[in-house]
């Protein structure tokens, strides 16, 4: 049985969310999983596309800021380019 978990986060400004990944992070372990956080350091379509390409298959979540702060990218861009290398995994939305 597989008890790492690994998340990737896209956002801008991925300090903001430190506390809601630790309390996940105290939460899994409770459960007798580890959190191993991937944040994205090229939010750019090709820097992620990359990402996903090279480490799609160990990423079981990836969170996506929609108001990244790029003018050419949100996170309805980001999450399509996420789905189209990583069909099966989930992707959740905040701001």
Same mark, same amino acid.
């Given at each position: %049985?597989? +008890? @790492?978990?690994? +998340?990737?986060? /896209?956002?801008?400004?991925?300090?903001?969310? &430190? @506390?809601? /990944?630790?309390?996940? #992070? %105290?939460? !899994? &372990?409770?459960?007798?999983?580890?959190?191993?956080?991937?944040?994205?350091?090229?939010?750019?379509?090709?820097? =992620?596309?990359? $990402?996903?390409?090279?480490?799609?298959?160990? =990423?079981?979540?990836? =969170?996506?800021? $929609?108001? !990244?702060?790029?003018?050419? /990218?949100?996170?309805? !861009?980001?999450?399509?380019?996420? #789905? #189209? #290398?990583?069909? $099966?995994?989930?992707?959740?939305?905040?701001?």
């Amino acid at each position: %049985m597989r +008890l @790492d978990f690994r +998340l990737l986060v /896209i956002d801008d400004q991925p300090g903001e969310i &430190e @506390d809601a /990944i630790e309390m996940l #992070r %105290m939460s !899994l &372990e409770d459960k007798g999983f580890r959190l191993e956080v991937e944040i994205a350091k090229d939010i750019s379509v090709n820097g =992620i596309d990359a $990402y996903c390409k090279a480490e799609g298959r160990n =990423i079981d979540l990836a =969170i996506v800021d $929609y108001r !990244l702060g790029e003018e050419d /990218i949100d996170g309805a !861009l980001a999450a399509r380019t996420v #789905r #189209r #290398r990583l069909k $099966y995994t989930d992707i959740i939305f905040y701001s």
